[in-house]
């Protein structure tokens, strides 16, 4: 025991002594026993099936049985018992009871009712599985008859009703159940989907979030996700599928919905590497690649583009479904070229198998009937065969087209989105036109800040301001931006937005309508065919006699509209360069627009106007029409407005906040941060410019998806106190009178009202020369143009003015230069003329 000693360990006695009078202590123990038993009191029915209804079962159990202990003749306590046991769907118990109550009063009603009761319970599980949904809902009903709130039969008609896919049913019994109280986990999982298919994804976030967080089960967690992307809660999304990732940390569902939610936020770069992990979790997979060109496209990077093209096309000879992937990348992106030789340098049969019927069912999925029923032919007949060849005999039936029209390769008849709106356009009659006092309806998708919603917003006011009947319909507003609404408050009165409609309900006006085209618009992308509706029934309501749509989507839309509710007149107002000179994004999802478009113009109602001379020249081309069928309306900037709003003061102190100091020479930007603005390479030439003369400092003032990657961009060549992005500013006119030199470098531009705007207050522009800069700077007398991406050449530009003073030297031509040929009122006094001579017309 020298190890005790050693530790100096004494012993002790662990055990508790017993105290010297244990007969008394033990007395007073029992005396108090028995006086809680005296004090127990008889269970109370309704506070029982609270407890039940609560989820508490076993807590009533106990409850009960106490009472049972002592008082084991109490029928009612019996009968709560068995109700009890019923509801733990324990048989044997309910059994036991069942016969103690009925020796104790053989006519006893609840012994009858259960019996019964499981009788039906025994059927109704039988018709579950069995999928006999409209048997089950029958003995569901007979149930509620005799026990209206029994929660397993609710439950019951909750799953056939789901079954047979009446989710509104579904909906209204989940919603007894949940006022009944507590759900079960399976059972919460159940309600809410029935909840999400009737697309009632609040609710499923309400019943949710009701419960402790740390009770969510990956099942459900992967249900809350779905339902707060639907709603559009992104950052909400992407928080809870970081949880639901640890839980399983290559969730399919987390992933997808998290890279989708940062692609929407402009979260690029973090988007990027997340569809790297899924391409390695998922394989080739043709949503992933889609999404991956579209981000490398927004960021301007095209180099990465064609890298991505490259391990898409590698093995496409060996592997068919490489091959597959290719095409139907190819068609989402519209890169005809590439689709062509994909398929003409393809032996389309390996090893026996004949893939014409999977070219044929990809180019259909994508819209181009003409390139899916030519492969179709080509293939071998079977059921695939014949399922194809009835979608596209449906599809042609529906829009009124022969078979011919779709064989002919000379066809303007390639898209299914075309043929729909032809035939629609045929139904359109011209309905009877007001009596000297026309009315106007300006539409536009949205009032966000962006060159060609300025112009929206200064023409309602311009017109609106002259006399005209003229009203706005803005088809969606962005809460988390700033718009132009506010702009236009004085006459908010004549402004709605499209969005408010519900076009499923059935009470709005022209419901009827477009229910009967609905065959036709359900052939259209969802987009498309709702904006449709929404303008519908706005036309219908609002009876305008002159539309002005903006921009060729709207113009697309409107013209549909137009057709389907019979008004008079339509002008299609198009900005910049047409759609596929602007970027592969603008075009790559209306594949169908040139063929629409051609449609449009040759309508003797239609008046199309464009914004600059080299807009219409691209326009003409596109659409094969003379260049004399378009007129040119500048656009005009309410200069004196923009000067009334300047608070320099403020925009000074911001500026020395950001640690720019009089000595410096600022060399800015305005525009939207996206691809088509190439950003970066606005950046780069910033960033070499610093190197070379230190004086200069960048600021750049915009707001967009790309913003968190242009930061990014920033902070790794280290230039963060140098170059600045100030992000979406309201006051644009007092950031450009403290610029030295405007930079813009778009790959396309139609006639940019940011350049209009630094040239108006003085400021000297260097732009690539793209669309109709040319048209508002003068080379070498209010700026400069350049023709290439060699940063380089630019550099030097930017210092030749810069260390000449010859930036100096451009600021009064500039300003006397745009404020004579791009005024409010010149813009205005076109339009109302363009106004007035439509409305001639119709007389």
């Given at each position: 025991?020298?190890?005790?000693?050693?530790?100096?360990?004494?012993?002790?006695?662990?055990?508790?002594?017993?105290?010297?009078?244990?007969?008394?202590?033990?007395?007073?123990?029992?005396?108090?026993?028995?006086?809680?038993?005296?004090?127990?009191?008889?269970?109370n029915?309704?506070?029982?099936?609270d407890?039940?209804?609560?989820?508490?079962?076993?807590?009533?159990?106990?409850?009960?049985?106490?009472?049972?202990?002592?008082?084991?003749?109490?029928?009612?306590?019996?009968?709560?018992?068995?109700?009890i046991?019923?509801?733990?769907?324990?048989e044997?118990?309910?059994?036991?009871?069942?016969?103690?109550?009925?020796?104790?009063?053989?006519?006893?009603?609840v012994?009858?009712?259960?019996?019964?009761?499981?009788?039906?319970?025994?059927?109704?599980?039988?018709?579950?599985?069995?999928?006999?949904?409209?048997?089950?809902?029958?003995?569901?009903?007979?149930?509620?008859?005799?026990?209206?709130?029994?929660?397993?039969?609710?439950i019951?008609?909750?799953?056939?009703?789901?079954?047979?896919?009446?989710?509104?049913?579904?909906?209204?019994?989940?919603?007894?159940?949940?006022?009944?109280?507590?759900?079960?986990?399976?059972?919460?999982?159940?309600?809410?989907?029935?909840?999400?298919?009737?697309?009632?994804?609040?609710?499923?976030?309400?019943?949710?979030?009701?419960?402790?967080?740390?009770?969510?089960?990956?099942?459900?967690?992967?249900?809350?996700?779905?339902?707060?992307?639907?709603?559009k809660?992104?950052?909400?999304?992407?928080?809870?599928?970081?949880?639901?990732?640890?839980?399983?940390?290559?969730?399919?569902i987390?992933?997808?919905?998290?890279?989708?939610?940062?692609?929407?936020?402009?979260?690029?770069?973090?988007?990027?590497?997340?569809?790297?992990?899924?391409?390695?979790?998922?394989?080739?997979?043709v949503?992933?690649?889609?999404?991956?060109?579209?981000?490398?496209?927004?960021?301007?990077?095209?180099?990465?583009?064609?890298?991505?093209?490259?391990?898409?096309?590698?093995?496409?000879?060996?592997?068919?479904?490489?091959?597959?992937?290719?095409?139907?990348?190819?068609?989402?992106?519209?890169?005809?070229?590439r689709?062509?030789?994909?398929?003409?340098?393809?032996q389309?049969?390996?090893?026996?198998?004949?893939?014409?019927?999977?070219?044929?069912?990809?180019?259909?999925?994508n819209?181009?009937?003409?390139?899916?029923?030519?492969?179709?032919?080509?293939?071998?007949?079977?059921?695939?065969?014949?399922?194809?060849?009835?979608?596209?005999?449906?599809?042609?039936?529906?829009?009124?087209?022969?078979?011919?029209?779709?064989?002919?390769?000379?066809?303007?008849?390639?898209?299914?989105?075309?043929?729909?709106?032809?035939?629609?356009?045929?139904?359109?009659?011209?309905?009877?036109?007001?009596?000297?006092?026309?009315?106007?309806?300006?539409?536009?998708?949205?009032?966000?800040?962006?060159?060609?919603?300025?112009?929206?917003?200064?023409?309602?006011?311009?017109?609106?301001?002259?006399?005209?009947?003229?009203?706005?319909?803005?088809?969606?507003?962005?809460?988390?931006?700033?718009?132009?609404?506010?702009?236009?408050?004085?006459?908010?009165?004549?402004?709605?937005?499209?969005?408010?409609?519900?076009?499923?309900?059935?009470?709005?006006?022209?419901?009827?309508?477009?229910?009967?085209?609905?065959?036709?618009?359900?052939l259209?992308?969802?987009?498309?065919?709702?904006?449709?509706?929404?303008?519908?029934?706005?036309?219908?309501?609002?009876?305008?006699?002159?539309?002005?749509?903006?921009?060729?989507?709207?113009?697309?839309?409107?013209?549909?509209?137009?057709?389907?509710?019979?008004?008079?007149?339509?002008?299609?107002?198009?900005?910049?360069?047409?759609?596929?000179?602007?970027?592969?994004?603008?075009?790559?999802?209306?594949?169908?627009?040139?063929?629409?478009?051609?449609?449009?113009?040759?309508?003797?109602?239609?008046?199309?106007?464009?914004?600059?001379?080299?807009?219409?020249?691209?326009?003409?081309?596109?659409?094969?029409i003379?260049?004399?069928?378009?007129?040119?309306?500048?656009?005009g900037?309410?200069?004196?407005?923009?000067?009334?709003?300047?608070?320099?003061?403020?925009?000074?102190?911001?500026?020395v906040?950001?640690?720019?100091c009089?000595?410096?020479?600022?060399?800015?930007?305005?525009?939207?941060?996206?691809?088509?603005?190439?950003?970066?390479?606005?950046?780069?030439?910033?960033?070499?410019?610093?190197?070379?003369?230190?004086?200069?400092?960048?600021?750049?003032?915009?707001?967009?998806?790309?913003?968190?990657?242009?930061?990014?961009?920033?902070?790794e060549?280290?230039?963060?106190?140098?170059?600045?992005?100030?992000?979406?500013?309201?006051?644009?006119?007092?950031?450009?009178?403290?610029?030295?030199?405007?930079?813009?470098?778009?790959?396309?531009?139609?006639?940019?009202?940011?350049?209009?705007?630094?040239?108006g207050?003085?400021?000297?522009?260097v732009?690539?020369?793209?669309?109709?800069?040319?048209?508002?700077?003068?080379?070498?007398?209010?700026?400069e143009?350049?023709?290439?991406?060699?940063?380089?050449?630019?550099?030097?530009?930017?210092?030749?003015?810069?260390?000449?003073?010859?930036?100096?030297?451009?600021?009064?031509?500039?300003?006397?230069?745009?404020?004579?040929?791009?005024?409010?009122?010149?813009?205005?006094?076109?339009?109302?003329?363009?106004?007035?001579?439509?409305?001639?017309?119709?007389?």
């Open positions: 025991m020298a190890w005790k000693e050693e530790f100096q360990i004494k012993s002790r006695n662990i055990e508790t002594p017993l105290p010297k009078n244990v007969k008394e202590s033990r007395k007073k123990s029992e005396e108090s026993f028995n006086l809680e038993r005296k004090e127990l009191k008889r269970p029915k309704n506070e029982i099936i407890l039940i209804n609560n989820g508490e079962v076993e807590i009533a159990k106990r409850n009960v049985i106490i009472w049972l202990n002592d008082n084991s003749d109490d029928i009612e306590i019996i009968e709560m018992m068995i109700l046991e019923r509801e733990r769907e324990d044997l118990e309910v059994s036991y009871w069942s016969d103690i109550l009925q020796k104790m009063d053989a006519t006893n009603k012994v009858k009712i259960t019996k019964e009761y499981f009788e039906r319970k025994f059927k109704i599980l039988s018709k579950l599985s069995e999928k006999e949904w409209e048997n089950c809902i029958e003995i569901c009903n007979e149930i509620l008859v005799i026990d209206k709130n029994n929660k397993f039969a609710l019951s008609l909750a799953r056939s009703y789901r079954g047979l896919e009446d989710y509104e049913m579904s909906v209204r019994y989940w919603n007894r159940i949940i006022k009944l109280g507590k759900l079960y986990d399976e059972e919460v999982l159940e309600c809410c989907n029935s909840f999400y298919n009737n697309k009632k994804y609040k609710d499923v976030i309400r019943i949710i979030s009701f419960r402790n967080s740390i009770e969510y089960s990956k099942e459900i967690l992967e249900i809350y996700v779905r339902s707060l992307f639907n709603l809660s992104y950052e909400d999304c992407i928080e809870y599928c970081e949880k639901l990732l640890i839980f399983e940390s290559r969730n399919l987390a992933l997808r919905l998290m890279s989708k939610s940062m692609i929407i936020l402009g979260k690029i770069i973090e988007a990027k590497e997340l569809l790297r992990k899924r391409l390695d979790i998922e394989g080739e997979n949503e992933i690649y889609e999404n991956l060109i579209e981000i490398n496209l927004r960021m301007d990077q095209r180099n990465e583009v064609e890298g991505i093209w490259k391990d898409i096309k590698n093995g496409i000879d060996k592997e068919i479904q490489k091959f597959l992937i290719a095409v139907e990348i190819s068609m989402k992106f519209n890169w005809m070229k689709y062509r030789k994909l398929v003409e340098n393809k389309l049969k390996i090893d026996g198998k004949n893939f014409n019927i999977d070219l044929a069912r990809i180019t259909l999925d819209g181009n009937i003409f390139e899916s029923y030519k492969y179709l032919k080509l293939s071998d007949k079977d059921e695939i065969y014949e399922n194809i060849l009835n979608e596209i005999k449906n599809i042609l039936h529906i829009t009124n087209t022969s078979i011919d029209e779709i064989e002919n390769e000379d066809s303007e008849m390639k898209w299914i989105s075309t043929l729909v709106v032809r035939e629609l356009s045929r139904k359109r009659n011209i309905s009877e036109i007001r009596n000297n006092v026309p009315k106007f309806s300006i539409i536009t998708s949205t009032l966000n800040r962006g060159g060609a919603e300025r112009q929206v917003a200064l023409t309602m006011k311009g017109m609106y301001e002259r006399g005209f009947n003229c009203y706005l319909a803005v088809d969606r507003t962005a809460d988390d931006k700033i718009t132009y609404l506010k702009d236009l408050h004085s006459i908010k009165k004549q402004i709605e937005i499209l969005s408010d409609i519900d076009t499923e309900d059935k009470n709005i006006l022209g419901y009827d309508l477009i229910e009967e085209n609905i065959e036709l618009l359900n259209l992308n969802s987009t498309t065919k709702n904006k449709i509706k929404r303008l519908v029934s706005y036309f219908i309501r609002n009876k305008p006699d002159v539309i002005h749509a903006w921009q060729d989507e709207t113009i697309l839309t409107a013209f549909v509209a137009c057709c389907l509710t019979d008004r008079p007149r339509l002008i299609g107002s198009a900005r910049s360069l047409r759609p596929d000179e602007k970027s592969e994004l603008h075009i790559r999802k209306r594949p169908y627009l040139r063929e629409c478009m051609k449609m449009i113009v040759g309508k003797e109602w239609f008046t199309f106007t464009i914004n600059s001379k080299a807009g219409r020249k691209s326009y003409a081309e596109w659409l094969q003379d260049e004399d069928n378009i007129k040119i309306i500048h656009n900037t309410d200069f004196e407005s923009m000067e009334r709003g300047i608070n320099i003061g403020l925009i000074k102190n911001e500026i906040g950001l640690g720019i009089e000595d410096n020479i600022i060399v800015g930007g305005v525009f939207r941060l996206e691809s088509g603005k190439r950003p970066k390479l606005w950046i780069d030439i910033l960033h070499k410019l610093i190197l070379k003369d230190d004086r200069i400092r960048g600021i750049l003032v915009g707001g967009g998806k790309m913003e968190n990657s242009v930061r990014k961009w920033i902070k060549i280290k230039m963060e106190n140098k170059i600045k992005v100030v992000g979406e500013k309201s006051d644009v006119a007092g950031w450009l009178t403290q610029m030295d030199i405007f930079l813009l470098t778009s790959a396309s531009e139609g006639l940019p009202n940011a350049v209009i705007e630094a040239q207050f003085g400021v000297p522009v732009s690539t020369d793209v669309g109709g800069v040319s048209e508002i700077v003068m080379q070498g007398v209010t700026g143009l350049f023709n290439d991406e060699d940063t380089e050449s630019v550099v030097d530009i930017i210092l030749s003015l810069v260390e000449n003073n010859k930036h100096k030297d451009m600021q009064i031509p500039s300003k006397e230069n745009i404020r004579r040929k791009f005024s409010l009122k010149r813009m205005i006094d076109d339009t109302e003329n363009m106004y007035n001579e439509v409305f001639s017309a119709i007389n």
